[in-house]
Protein backbone atom coordinates (compact mmCIF):
# COMPACT_ATOMS: atom_id res chain seq x y z
CA UNK A 1 0.00 0.00 0.00
CA UNK A 2 1.12 3.30 -0.61
CA UNK A 3 2.30 5.27 1.65
CA UNK A 4 0.40 8.13 3.12
CA UNK A 5 1.68 12.07 4.19
CA UNK A 6 0.24 14.32 6.10
CA UNK A 7 0.33 18.24 4.39
CA UNK A 8 -0.63 20.66 7.69
CA UNK A 9 -2.08 24.13 6.03
CA UNK A 10 -1.50 27.77 7.21
CA UNK A 11 -4.87 27.57 9.08
CA UNK A 12 -3.86 24.23 11.61
CA UNK A 13 -6.26 21.59 9.22
CA UNK A 14 -4.49 18.59 7.84
CA UNK A 15 -4.39 17.15 4.17
CA UNK A 16 -3.66 13.68 3.95
CA UNK A 17 -1.82 13.01 0.42
CA UNK A 18 -0.30 10.23 -1.09
CA UNK A 19 3.25 9.63 -1.37
CA UNK A 20 4.99 11.87 -3.90
CA UNK A 21 2.02 13.97 -4.34
CA UNK A 22 3.16 17.22 -5.83
CA UNK A 23 2.46 21.22 -4.38
CA UNK A 24 -0.42 21.40 -7.02
CA UNK A 25 -1.82 17.97 -6.72
CA UNK A 26 -1.92 19.16 -3.00
CA UNK A 27 -3.52 22.80 -3.90
CA UNK A 28 -5.87 20.82 -6.09
CA UNK A 29 -6.96 18.54 -3.21
CA UNK A 30 -8.12 21.64 -1.38
CA UNK A 31 -10.20 22.75 -4.14
CA UNK A 32 -9.93 22.89 -7.86
CA UNK A 33 -10.12 27.01 -7.99
CA UNK A 34 -6.94 26.88 -6.11
CA UNK A 35 -5.43 24.17 -7.82
CA UNK A 36 -5.47 26.20 -11.49
CA UNK A 37 -4.13 29.64 -9.32
CA UNK A 38 -1.00 27.32 -8.03
CA UNK A 39 1.97 29.47 -9.04
CA UNK A 40 4.46 27.48 -6.45
CA UNK A 41 4.02 26.32 -2.92
CA UNK A 42 5.74 27.18 0.26
CA UNK A 43 7.02 23.84 1.75
CA UNK A 44 8.46 23.87 5.37
CA UNK A 45 9.26 27.72 4.77
CA UNK A 46 10.64 27.00 1.79
CA UNK A 47 9.79 28.27 -1.26
CA UNK A 48 9.76 25.59 -4.45
CA UNK A 49 7.94 24.64 -7.49
CA UNK A 50 4.39 23.46 -7.86
CA UNK A 51 6.28 20.03 -9.06
CA UNK A 52 7.68 19.50 -6.53
CA UNK A 53 6.89 15.68 -5.25
CA UNK A 54 6.15 15.75 -1.22
CA UNK A 55 8.03 12.52 0.04
CA UNK A 56 7.27 13.37 4.38
CA UNK A 57 4.47 15.20 6.35
CA UNK A 58 5.31 18.67 6.26
CA UNK A 59 3.67 22.55 6.49
CA UNK A 60 2.15 23.70 3.20
CA UNK A 61 1.29 26.50 1.64
CA UNK A 62 0.37 27.34 -1.79
CA UNK A 63 1.45 30.81 -3.50
CA UNK A 64 -1.17 32.20 -6.42
CA UNK A 65 -1.26 35.36 -7.97
CA UNK A 66 -2.18 36.83 -4.83
CA UNK A 67 0.22 35.61 -2.25
CA UNK A 68 3.17 37.96 -0.71
CA UNK A 69 5.82 35.54 -2.58
CA UNK A 70 4.33 36.15 -5.57
CA UNK A 71 6.02 39.18 -6.41
CA UNK A 72 9.69 37.30 -5.79
CA UNK A 73 8.59 33.98 -7.73
CA UNK A 74 7.87 36.93 -10.41
CA UNK A 75 11.84 38.53 -10.27
CA UNK A 76 13.49 35.07 -10.59
CA UNK A 77 11.64 34.94 -13.90
CA UNK A 78 12.59 38.72 -14.68
CA UNK A 79 16.70 37.58 -13.75
CA UNK A 80 15.97 34.94 -16.28
CA UNK A 81 14.65 37.38 -19.23
CA UNK A 82 17.68 39.36 -18.02
CA UNK A 83 19.93 36.62 -18.68
CA UNK A 84 18.59 35.58 -21.51
CA UNK A 85 18.23 39.45 -23.15
CA UNK A 86 22.32 39.00 -21.96
CA UNK A 87 23.39 36.27 -24.22
CA UNK A 88 21.15 37.53 -27.40
CA UNK A 89 23.29 40.36 -27.41
CA UNK A 90 26.43 38.86 -25.92
CA UNK A 91 26.45 35.35 -26.86
CA UNK A 92 30.13 34.99 -24.84
CA UNK A 93 28.31 35.92 -21.35
CA UNK A 94 28.76 33.10 -18.53
CA UNK A 95 26.30 32.99 -15.86
CA UNK A 96 26.99 32.47 -12.31
CA UNK A 97 23.66 32.80 -10.09
CA UNK A 98 20.66 35.03 -10.51
CA UNK A 99 18.53 34.82 -7.54
CA UNK A 100 15.74 37.44 -6.89
CA UNK A 101 16.11 39.97 -3.78
CA UNK A 102 13.88 41.55 -1.35
CA UNK A 103 13.70 44.74 -4.00
CA UNK A 104 14.44 42.69 -7.10
CA UNK A 105 17.09 40.52 -8.28
CA UNK A 106 20.55 40.30 -9.65
CA UNK A 107 22.30 38.20 -12.64
CA UNK A 108 26.20 37.58 -11.58
CA UNK A 109 27.73 37.28 -15.01
CA UNK A 110 31.62 37.37 -16.27
CA UNK A 111 32.19 37.77 -20.08
CA UNK A 112 31.18 41.14 -21.06
CA UNK A 113 32.30 44.66 -19.83
CA UNK A 114 28.94 46.37 -19.52
CA UNK A 115 28.34 50.08 -18.84
CA UNK A 116 24.86 52.29 -18.33
CA UNK A 117 23.94 52.07 -21.88
CA UNK A 118 24.44 48.57 -22.59
CA UNK A 119 21.88 48.08 -19.60
CA UNK A 120 19.56 50.08 -21.69
CA UNK A 121 20.22 48.00 -24.71
CA UNK A 122 19.50 44.79 -22.78
CA UNK A 123 16.54 45.98 -20.97
CA UNK A 124 15.23 46.75 -24.84
CA UNK A 125 16.21 43.40 -25.65
CA UNK A 126 13.59 42.56 -22.40
CA UNK A 127 10.97 43.87 -23.28
CA UNK A 128 10.86 41.80 -26.28
CA UNK A 129 11.27 38.35 -24.13
CA UNK A 130 8.18 39.61 -22.34
CA UNK A 131 6.09 40.65 -25.33
CA UNK A 132 6.39 37.36 -26.58
CA UNK A 133 5.37 35.84 -23.76
CA UNK A 134 7.54 32.48 -23.92
CA UNK A 135 6.42 29.96 -21.78
CA UNK A 136 8.44 28.44 -18.79
CA UNK A 137 8.68 24.68 -19.45
CA UNK A 138 10.75 22.91 -16.26
CA UNK A 139 12.38 19.77 -17.07
CA UNK A 140 14.71 17.68 -15.79
CA UNK A 141 18.31 16.26 -17.12
CA UNK A 142 20.39 13.68 -15.99
CA UNK A 143 23.98 15.17 -14.33
CA UNK A 144 25.74 13.90 -17.55
CA UNK A 145 23.71 15.89 -20.04
CA UNK A 146 23.78 18.97 -17.58
CA UNK A 147 27.72 18.96 -17.78
CA UNK A 148 27.66 18.62 -21.33
CA UNK A 149 25.73 21.90 -21.54
CA UNK A 150 27.83 23.70 -19.18
CA UNK A 151 30.97 22.48 -20.26
CA UNK A 152 32.75 25.76 -20.58
CA UNK A 153 30.87 27.24 -17.42
CA UNK A 154 33.04 26.85 -14.05
CA UNK A 155 30.42 27.96 -11.96
CA UNK A 156 27.27 26.18 -12.85
CA UNK A 157 29.48 22.69 -12.55
CA UNK A 158 30.61 23.56 -9.26
CA UNK A 159 26.84 23.70 -7.99
CA UNK A 160 26.58 20.55 -10.32
CA UNK A 161 29.54 19.34 -7.78
CA UNK A 162 27.99 20.57 -4.38
CA UNK A 163 24.55 21.46 -4.30
CA UNK A 164 23.46 19.43 -6.83
CA UNK A 165 25.93 16.66 -5.63
CA UNK A 166 23.52 14.08 -4.67
CA UNK A 167 20.87 14.74 -7.62
CA UNK A 168 20.57 11.99 -10.55
CA UNK A 169 18.75 14.66 -11.97
CA UNK A 170 18.36 18.65 -12.06
CA UNK A 171 15.75 20.60 -13.24
CA UNK A 172 16.02 23.32 -16.11
CA UNK A 173 13.86 25.51 -16.90
CA UNK A 174 13.47 26.63 -21.05
CA UNK A 175 12.13 29.70 -22.29
CA UNK A 176 12.20 30.06 -26.32
CA UNK A 177 15.51 28.85 -26.98
CA UNK A 178 17.40 29.46 -23.79
CA UNK A 179 17.56 27.41 -20.68
CA UNK A 180 18.98 27.95 -16.81
CA UNK A 181 19.86 25.14 -14.46
CA UNK A 182 17.65 26.17 -11.89
CA UNK A 183 15.32 24.88 -8.82
CA UNK A 184 12.51 27.41 -9.66
CA UNK A 185 10.13 28.12 -9.10
CA UNK A 186 8.85 30.71 -11.63
CA UNK A 187 5.79 31.82 -12.85
CA UNK A 188 3.80 30.48 -16.04
CA UNK A 189 5.03 32.44 -18.91
CA UNK A 190 7.54 35.73 -19.28
CA UNK A 191 4.67 37.85 -20.32
CA UNK A 192 3.54 37.59 -16.39
CA UNK A 193 6.30 40.56 -15.99
CA UNK A 194 4.52 43.26 -16.37
CA UNK A 195 7.31 45.77 -15.49
CA UNK A 196 11.14 45.61 -15.33
CA UNK A 197 14.65 47.87 -14.65
CA UNK A 198 17.79 47.53 -14.86
CA UNK A 199 18.80 49.28 -11.76
CA UNK A 200 22.57 49.30 -11.35
CA UNK A 201 26.24 47.54 -11.85
CA UNK A 202 28.23 45.84 -8.79
CA UNK A 203 31.42 43.69 -8.50
CA UNK A 204 31.15 40.59 -6.56
CA UNK A 205 32.84 37.44 -5.63
CA UNK A 206 32.07 33.85 -6.68
CA UNK A 207 30.21 32.14 -3.29
CA UNK A 208 31.41 35.89 -1.80
CA UNK A 209 34.41 34.48 -1.12
CA UNK A 210 37.13 37.35 -1.71
CA UNK A 211 39.83 34.41 -3.05
CA UNK A 212 37.15 33.64 -5.84
CA UNK A 213 36.94 34.88 -9.29
CA UNK A 214 35.56 38.44 -9.27
CA UNK A 215 31.88 39.01 -11.24
CA UNK A 216 29.72 41.96 -12.48
CA UNK A 217 26.80 41.68 -10.70
CA UNK A 218 23.34 43.37 -12.68
CA UNK A 219 20.46 44.43 -9.92
CA UNK A 220 17.10 44.56 -11.36
CA UNK A 221 13.51 44.87 -10.47
CA UNK A 222 10.37 43.77 -11.77
CA UNK A 223 6.79 44.44 -10.63
CA UNK A 224 3.12 43.28 -11.79
CA UNK A 225 2.57 46.80 -13.30
CA UNK A 226 4.37 49.82 -14.57
CA UNK A 227 2.60 51.90 -11.94
CA UNK A 228 3.89 49.50 -9.53
CA UNK A 229 7.60 50.12 -10.77
CA UNK A 230 6.68 53.97 -10.89
CA UNK A 231 5.84 53.94 -7.57
CA UNK A 232 9.01 51.68 -6.62
CA UNK A 233 11.49 53.40 -8.25
CA UNK A 234 9.99 57.22 -7.01
CA UNK A 235 10.82 55.77 -3.63
CA UNK A 236 14.20 54.98 -4.50
CA UNK A 237 15.04 58.23 -5.69
CA UNK A 238 13.39 59.53 -2.18
CA UNK A 239 15.43 57.48 -0.21
CA UNK A 240 18.43 58.17 -1.83
CA UNK A 241 17.60 62.04 -0.95
CA UNK A 242 17.04 61.24 2.33
CA UNK A 243 20.07 59.01 2.44
CA UNK A 244 20.76 59.62 6.79
CA UNK A 245 24.57 59.82 6.20
CA UNK A 246 23.99 62.77 3.72
CA UNK A 247 21.40 64.95 6.00
CA UNK A 248 23.81 63.98 8.94
CA UNK A 249 26.70 65.68 6.85
CA UNK A 250 24.31 68.50 6.39
CA UNK A 251 23.36 69.19 9.63
CA UNK A 252 26.49 68.36 11.31
CA UNK A 253 24.76 65.69 13.08
CA UNK A 254 27.22 62.68 13.81
CA UNK A 255 30.50 61.46 11.35
CA UNK A 256 32.07 57.64 11.15
CA UNK A 257 35.64 58.65 10.79
CA UNK A 258 37.77 56.24 9.39
CA UNK A 259 39.95 55.47 12.62
CA UNK A 260 36.35 54.27 14.18
CA UNK A 261 35.04 52.19 11.73
CA UNK A 262 31.57 51.11 12.69
CA UNK A 263 31.67 53.79 15.78
CA UNK A 264 29.51 56.92 15.70
CA UNK A 265 30.49 60.22 17.06
CA UNK A 266 27.75 62.43 17.63
CA UNK A 267 28.72 66.36 17.09
CA UNK A 268 26.73 68.85 19.18
CA UNK A 269 23.82 69.45 17.11
CA UNK A 270 23.30 65.12 16.77
CA UNK A 271 24.43 65.03 20.55
CA UNK A 272 21.49 67.73 20.88
CA UNK A 273 18.88 65.34 19.49
CA UNK A 274 19.89 62.11 21.14
CA UNK A 275 20.00 64.30 24.70
CA UNK A 276 16.27 64.64 23.92
CA UNK A 277 15.19 61.06 23.33
CA UNK A 278 17.59 59.39 26.34
CA UNK A 279 15.72 61.86 28.88
CA UNK A 280 12.72 60.78 27.06
CA UNK A 281 13.08 57.18 27.35
CA UNK A 282 14.43 57.80 31.26
CA UNK A 283 11.10 59.29 31.77
CA UNK A 284 9.41 55.96 29.92
CA UNK A 285 11.36 54.05 32.07
CA UNK A 286 10.26 55.56 35.46
CA UNK A 287 6.79 55.49 34.49
CA UNK A 288 7.14 51.66 34.06
CA UNK A 289 9.51 51.50 37.26
CA UNK A 290 12.80 50.60 35.97
CA UNK A 291 15.92 51.38 38.30
CA UNK A 292 18.92 52.59 35.88
CA UNK A 293 21.75 51.05 36.37
CA UNK A 294 25.28 51.38 34.98
CA UNK A 295 27.44 48.08 34.11
CA UNK A 296 30.94 48.29 32.62
CA UNK A 297 31.84 47.95 29.16
CA UNK A 298 35.31 45.84 29.66
CA UNK A 299 34.42 42.65 31.28
CA UNK A 300 36.52 39.37 31.18
CA UNK A 301 35.10 37.22 28.48
CA UNK A 302 34.20 34.30 31.51
CA UNK A 303 30.88 36.79 32.20
CA UNK A 304 29.45 35.33 29.09
CA UNK A 305 29.95 31.74 29.07
CA UNK A 306 27.31 30.55 31.92
CA UNK A 307 24.91 32.62 29.40
CA UNK A 308 25.58 30.71 26.77
CA UNK A 309 26.45 34.14 24.93
CA UNK A 310 30.50 33.60 24.96
CA UNK A 311 29.90 30.54 22.66
CA UNK A 312 27.23 32.39 20.34
CA UNK A 313 29.30 35.65 20.06
CA UNK A 314 32.76 34.24 20.30
CA UNK A 315 32.45 31.58 17.61
CA UNK A 316 30.35 33.47 15.09
CA UNK A 317 33.04 36.12 15.26
CA UNK A 318 31.02 39.18 16.18
CA UNK A 319 32.74 39.42 20.29
CA UNK A 320 35.68 41.98 20.46
CA UNK A 321 37.96 39.61 22.83
CA UNK A 322 41.34 39.66 23.13
CA UNK A 323 44.44 38.29 25.41
CA UNK A 324 46.01 40.50 28.46
CA UNK A 325 48.21 39.47 30.88
CA UNK A 326 46.97 35.54 30.97
CA UNK A 327 42.94 36.69 30.81
CA UNK A 328 40.70 36.64 28.62
CA UNK A 329 38.71 40.20 28.25
CA UNK A 330 36.00 41.62 25.95
CA UNK A 331 33.81 44.61 25.44
CA UNK A 332 30.41 43.42 26.35
CA UNK A 333 28.67 42.59 23.69
CA UNK A 334 25.13 42.90 25.34
CA UNK A 335 24.18 43.78 29.08
CA UNK A 336 22.15 40.61 29.88
CA UNK A 337 25.08 38.91 32.05
CA UNK A 338 25.66 42.34 34.09
CA UNK A 339 21.98 42.68 34.32
CA UNK A 340 21.77 39.72 35.90
CA UNK A 341 24.79 40.14 38.17
CA UNK A 342 23.48 42.78 39.82
CA UNK A 343 20.16 40.59 40.49
CA UNK A 344 21.89 38.16 41.89
CA UNK A 345 23.83 40.25 44.33
CA UNK A 346 20.36 40.99 45.97
CA UNK A 347 17.90 39.02 48.12
CA UNK A 348 14.33 38.87 46.99
CA UNK A 349 10.78 37.75 47.71
CA UNK A 350 7.78 37.64 45.85
CA UNK A 351 6.39 40.76 47.07
CA UNK A 352 9.56 42.89 45.54
CA UNK A 353 9.50 41.39 42.35
CA UNK A 354 9.55 42.74 39.02
CA UNK A 355 12.58 44.44 39.76
CA UNK A 356 13.53 46.07 36.88
CA UNK A 357 17.13 47.43 35.50
CA UNK A 358 17.44 50.18 32.91
CA UNK A 359 20.46 51.25 31.40
CA UNK A 360 21.79 52.90 28.35
CA UNK A 361 24.19 50.52 27.70
CA UNK A 362 27.40 50.18 25.41
CA UNK A 363 28.08 47.15 23.50
CA UNK A 364 29.90 46.50 20.40
CA UNK A 365 29.69 43.60 17.42
CA UNK A 366 32.01 43.07 15.25
CA UNK A 367 30.15 43.49 12.24
CA UNK A 368 32.09 42.70 9.21
CA UNK A 369 33.25 45.83 7.27
CA UNK A 370 31.49 45.69 4.62
CA UNK A 371 28.26 45.63 5.94
CA UNK A 372 29.08 48.87 7.97
CA UNK A 373 26.36 51.64 6.89
CA UNK A 374 26.51 55.33 9.11
CA UNK A 375 24.32 54.61 11.81
CA UNK A 376 22.24 51.84 10.67
CA UNK A 377 24.98 49.39 10.55
CA UNK A 378 27.30 49.91 13.33
CA UNK A 379 30.02 47.98 15.49
CA UNK A 380 29.44 50.51 18.28
CA UNK A 381 25.73 50.86 19.97
CA UNK A 382 24.33 52.23 22.80
CA UNK A 383 20.66 50.34 23.25
CA UNK A 384 17.74 51.71 25.49
CA UNK A 385 18.04 48.42 27.18
CA UNK A 386 16.09 46.80 30.31
CA UNK A 387 15.99 43.69 32.41
CA UNK A 388 12.91 43.00 34.20
CA UNK A 389 12.86 39.79 36.58
CA UNK A 390 9.24 38.54 37.24
CA UNK A 391 7.22 35.89 38.37
CA UNK A 392 5.57 33.46 35.93
CA UNK A 393 2.24 35.21 36.93
CA UNK A 394 3.48 38.51 36.60
CA UNK A 395 4.00 38.19 32.22
CA UNK A 396 0.96 39.42 30.95
CA UNK A 397 0.63 42.63 32.90
CA UNK A 398 4.28 43.09 32.40
CA UNK A 399 4.22 42.54 28.61
CA UNK A 400 1.28 44.44 28.57
CA UNK A 401 2.45 48.12 30.35
CA UNK A 402 5.68 47.72 28.21
CA UNK A 403 3.66 47.59 24.85
CA UNK A 404 1.78 50.74 25.90
CA UNK A 405 4.00 52.35 26.35
CA UNK A 406 5.87 51.54 23.13
CA UNK A 407 2.90 52.35 21.18
CA UNK A 408 2.79 55.65 22.46
CA UNK A 409 6.12 55.80 21.78
CA UNK A 410 6.08 54.82 18.35
CA UNK A 411 2.82 57.49 17.68
CA UNK A 412 4.97 60.37 18.40
CA UNK A 413 7.16 59.67 16.13
CA UNK A 414 4.07 58.70 13.36
CA UNK A 415 5.91 55.43 12.93
CA UNK A 416 3.78 52.71 12.26
CA UNK A 417 4.52 49.65 14.62
CA UNK A 418 4.74 46.19 12.96
CA UNK A 419 4.46 43.40 15.74
CA UNK A 420 5.80 39.89 14.95
CA UNK A 421 5.13 36.78 17.34
CA UNK A 422 8.52 34.39 17.48
CA UNK A 423 7.16 31.04 18.88
CA UNK A 424 9.25 27.63 20.06
CA UNK A 425 11.20 26.54 17.70
CA UNK A 426 13.28 23.04 17.85
CA UNK A 427 16.10 24.03 19.58
CA UNK A 428 14.04 25.56 22.49
CA UNK A 429 15.31 25.11 26.47
CA UNK A 430 12.76 24.75 28.73
CA UNK A 431 9.30 22.97 29.22
CA UNK A 432 6.45 22.77 26.77
CA UNK A 433 4.64 24.30 29.54
CA UNK A 434 6.57 27.04 30.17
CA UNK A 435 6.03 28.02 26.51
CA UNK A 436 2.85 27.84 26.01
CA UNK A 437 2.07 29.50 29.30
CA UNK A 438 4.86 32.35 28.07
CA UNK A 439 3.23 32.44 24.57
CA UNK A 440 0.00 32.37 25.13
CA UNK A 441 0.81 35.65 27.82
CA UNK A 442 2.35 37.36 25.05
CA UNK A 443 -0.78 36.59 22.82
CA UNK A 444 -3.01 37.87 24.83
CA UNK A 445 -1.08 41.05 26.13
CA UNK A 446 -1.08 42.19 22.27
CA UNK A 447 -4.51 41.26 21.74
CA UNK A 448 -6.11 42.94 24.70
CA UNK A 449 -4.52 46.10 23.44
CA UNK A 450 -6.20 45.61 20.44
CA UNK A 451 -2.77 45.37 18.31
CA UNK A 452 -2.32 43.07 14.96
CA UNK A 453 0.64 41.16 14.17
CA UNK A 454 2.33 38.49 12.27
CA UNK A 455 2.84 34.74 13.58
CA UNK A 456 6.67 33.77 12.85
CA UNK A 457 6.24 30.00 13.75
CA UNK A 458 9.59 28.50 15.24
CA UNK A 459 11.63 31.40 14.69
CA UNK A 460 12.04 32.47 18.61
CA UNK A 461 15.60 32.03 20.12
CA UNK A 462 15.93 29.21 21.74
CA UNK A 463 15.85 31.07 25.31
CA UNK A 464 12.11 31.77 24.71
CA UNK A 465 9.42 33.67 22.53
CA UNK A 466 9.89 36.91 21.58
CA UNK A 467 7.48 40.16 19.94
CA UNK A 468 9.72 41.49 17.42
CA UNK A 469 9.07 45.27 16.48
CA UNK A 470 9.59 46.39 13.18
CA UNK A 471 8.82 50.29 12.53
CA UNK A 472 7.30 52.07 9.40
CA UNK A 473 8.60 55.00 7.87
CA UNK A 474 7.20 57.50 6.00
CA UNK A 475 8.71 56.09 2.71
CA UNK A 476 7.31 52.69 3.64
CA UNK A 477 10.66 50.60 4.65
CA UNK A 478 10.56 48.71 7.71
CA UNK A 479 13.11 48.87 9.94
CA UNK A 480 13.71 46.33 12.84
CA UNK A 481 13.44 48.05 16.46
CA UNK A 482 12.95 47.38 19.32
CA UNK A 483 12.05 44.09 20.99
CA UNK A 484 10.08 42.59 24.34
CA UNK A 485 11.71 39.11 24.43
CA UNK A 486 10.95 36.78 27.38
CA UNK A 487 13.59 34.21 29.17
CA UNK A 488 14.21 31.00 30.63
CA UNK A 489 17.31 30.21 29.93
CA UNK A 490 19.75 32.34 31.68
CA UNK A 491 17.84 32.47 35.24
CA UNK A 492 17.81 28.72 35.17
CA UNK A 493 22.02 28.50 33.92
CA UNK A 494 22.63 31.61 36.49
CA UNK A 495 20.43 29.88 39.10
CA UNK A 496 18.84 33.32 39.97
CA UNK A 497 16.08 32.80 42.12
CA UNK A 498 13.90 34.63 44.64
CA UNK A 499 11.64 33.07 48.24
CA UNK A 500 8.17 32.54 47.06
CA UNK A 501 5.09 32.95 49.73
CA UNK A 502 5.74 29.29 50.48
CA UNK A 503 9.43 29.84 51.30
CA UNK A 504 11.03 27.85 48.98
CA UNK A 505 13.15 29.26 46.11
CA UNK A 506 11.55 30.07 43.15
CA UNK A 507 13.05 30.66 39.53
CA UNK A 508 12.10 34.17 38.05
CA UNK A 509 11.55 34.52 34.38
CA UNK A 510 13.61 37.36 32.56
CA UNK A 511 12.31 39.81 30.22
CA UNK A 512 14.82 41.20 27.71
CA UNK A 513 13.18 45.10 26.27
CA UNK A 514 14.09 48.00 24.36
CA UNK A 515 12.14 50.61 23.57
CA UNK A 516 13.86 52.43 20.49
CA UNK A 517 16.80 49.72 20.28
CA UNK A 518 19.85 51.30 19.84
CA UNK A 519 20.30 55.02 19.95
CA UNK A 520 22.19 54.57 16.55
CA UNK A 521 19.78 53.41 14.66
CA UNK A 522 17.19 55.16 15.52
CA UNK A 523 18.66 58.63 15.33
CA UNK A 524 19.43 57.08 11.64
CA UNK A 525 15.65 56.04 10.74
CA UNK A 526 14.11 59.14 12.27
CA UNK A 527 16.75 60.81 10.14
CA UNK A 528 16.07 59.41 7.07
CA UNK A 529 11.93 59.38 8.20
CA UNK A 530 11.56 62.89 9.09
CA UNK A 531 14.09 63.86 6.12
CA UNK A 532 15.66 66.08 8.72
CA UNK A 533 12.44 68.30 9.55
CA UNK A 534 12.69 66.95 13.17
CA UNK A 535 9.60 67.80 15.45
CA UNK A 536 10.22 71.36 17.65
CA UNK A 537 11.02 69.71 20.59
CA UNK A 538 13.77 67.22 18.97
CA UNK A 539 15.23 69.95 16.35
CA UNK A 540 18.82 71.07 17.54
CA UNK A 541 18.01 74.51 16.86
CA UNK A 542 14.31 75.33 17.41
CA UNK A 543 13.88 78.94 16.34
CA UNK A 544 16.04 81.27 14.50
CA UNK A 545 15.93 84.95 15.07
CA UNK A 546 17.02 86.91 12.24
CA UNK A 547 16.97 90.89 12.49
CA UNK A 548 16.45 92.89 9.25
CA UNK A 549 19.73 95.15 9.92
CA UNK A 550 22.03 94.60 12.13
CA UNK A 551 20.16 97.74 14.02
CA UNK A 552 17.95 94.76 15.49
CA UNK A 553 20.25 92.48 16.93
CA UNK A 554 20.10 93.79 20.60
CA UNK A 555 16.52 93.68 20.77
CA UNK A 556 16.96 90.16 18.94
CA UNK A 557 19.10 89.21 21.96
CA UNK A 558 16.32 90.99 24.32
CA UNK A 559 13.50 88.63 22.82
CA UNK A 560 15.88 85.74 23.19
CA UNK A 561 17.39 85.91 27.20
CA UNK A 562 13.61 87.20 28.35
CA UNK A 563 11.17 85.00 26.41
CA UNK A 564 12.93 82.27 24.59
CA UNK A 565 15.70 80.96 27.59
CA UNK A 566 14.57 77.09 28.12
CA UNK A 567 14.96 77.00 24.08
CA UNK A 568 17.30 76.68 21.61
CA UNK A 569 17.89 79.73 19.57
CA UNK A 570 20.35 81.17 17.80
CA UNK A 571 20.45 85.05 16.09
CA UNK A 572 21.07 85.28 12.59
CA UNK A 573 24.01 87.96 13.02
CA UNK A 574 25.29 88.24 9.45
CA UNK A 575 24.94 91.21 7.49
CA UNK A 576 22.94 89.42 4.54
CA UNK A 577 19.79 90.11 3.14
CA UNK A 578 16.66 89.20 5.10
CA UNK A 579 15.98 87.15 1.82
CA UNK A 580 19.24 85.37 2.07
CA UNK A 581 18.72 84.66 6.05
CA UNK A 582 15.46 82.89 5.41
CA UNK A 583 16.80 80.84 2.77
CA UNK A 584 19.90 79.61 4.71
CA UNK A 585 17.19 79.02 7.52
CA UNK A 586 14.83 76.96 5.39
CA UNK A 587 18.00 75.06 4.13
CA UNK A 588 19.32 74.54 7.55
CA UNK A 589 15.91 72.79 8.34
CA UNK A 590 14.32 75.09 11.33
CA UNK A 591 11.33 74.81 12.18
CA UNK A 592 10.50 78.64 12.86
CA UNK A 593 12.17 82.19 12.36
CA UNK A 594 11.69 85.25 14.35
CA UNK A 595 11.61 88.38 11.61
CA UNK A 596 12.10 91.25 13.06
CA UNK A 597 12.61 94.76 11.84
CA UNK A 598 12.44 98.39 12.92
CA UNK A 599 8.20 98.48 12.87
CA UNK A 600 8.15 94.51 15.18
CA UNK A 601 11.05 96.59 17.54
CA UNK A 602 8.41 99.80 17.77
CA UNK A 603 5.16 97.16 18.17
CA UNK A 604 7.24 94.99 20.29
CA UNK A 605 5.93 91.88 17.91
CA UNK A 606 7.54 89.55 15.70
CA UNK A 607 7.01 88.30 12.47
CA UNK A 608 6.87 84.60 12.61
CA UNK A 609 7.79 82.19 9.73
CA UNK A 610 8.08 78.35 9.75
CA UNK A 611 9.45 75.52 7.80
CA UNK A 612 6.34 75.41 5.24
CA UNK A 613 6.93 78.99 4.54
CA UNK A 614 3.66 80.37 6.66
CA UNK A 615 4.72 83.54 7.34
CA UNK A 616 2.73 86.14 9.68
CA UNK A 617 3.34 89.52 10.93
CA UNK A 618 2.44 90.86 14.47
CA UNK A 619 2.55 88.89 16.35
CA UNK A 620 3.01 89.15 20.16
CA UNK A 621 6.31 87.71 21.49
CA UNK A 622 4.38 86.05 24.74
CA UNK A 623 1.63 84.42 22.37
CA UNK A 624 4.53 82.71 20.20
CA UNK A 625 6.20 81.31 23.76
CA UNK A 626 3.29 79.89 25.45
CA UNK A 627 2.65 78.05 21.85
CA UNK A 628 6.46 76.72 21.89
CA UNK A 629 6.17 75.82 25.13
CA UNK A 630 2.93 73.65 24.34
CA UNK A 631 4.41 72.60 21.08
CA UNK A 632 7.62 70.91 22.43
CA UNK A 633 6.03 69.52 25.72
CA UNK A 634 3.21 68.09 24.12
CA UNK A 635 6.11 66.92 21.35
CA UNK A 636 3.82 67.44 18.21
CA UNK A 637 4.98 65.87 15.33
CA UNK A 638 4.99 69.42 13.14
CA UNK A 639 5.54 73.32 13.84
CA UNK A 640 2.23 74.29 14.27
CA UNK A 641 2.12 77.78 15.44
CA UNK A 642 0.74 78.94 12.24
CA UNK A 643 -2.02 76.62 11.12
ZN1 LIG B 1 16.78 30.50 -11.81
ZN1 LIG C 1 19.08 41.23 27.44
Not at 86 to 110: C, K, M, S
Amino acid sequence: MAQQITAVLPDGSELELEYRSTVEDAAYEIGPGLGSDTVAGIVDGELVDKETPLTEDCEIEIVTEGSDEYLQVLRHTAAHVFAQALQRHYPEATLAIGPPTDDGFYYDITGPDLDEDDLETIEAEMAEIIEADYELERVLRSRKEAFEIYEDNPFKQDILDTEAADEEEVSFYIQDDWQDLCEGPHVESTGKIGAVDLMEISASYWRGDEDNETLTRVHGTAFESENDLEEFLENRRKAKERDHRKIGQEMDLFSVPEHSPGCAHFHPPGMTIRRQLEQFIRNKDDELGYDEVFTPELNKAKLWKPTGHYDAFKEEGEMFAWEQDDTEYGLKPMNCANHAYIYDQGQYSYRDLPVRFSEFGTIYRNEQSGELSGLLRVRGLTQDDGHAFIRRDQIETEITSTLEVIEEIYDLFDLEVLYKLETKGDDAVGSDEIWEEATSALRDSMEALGLEYDVEAGEAAFYGPKIGLDARDALGREWTIGTVQLDFNIPERLDLSYVGEDNEEHRPVMVHRALLGSFERFMGVITEHFNGNFPTWLAPEQVRILPVSDDNIPYAKQLKNRYLGEFRVEIEDRSWTVGKKIQQAHDDRVPYMLIIGDEEEASETVSVRDRFENQQKDIPIEEFQSHLKKETAEKRIEPDFLE
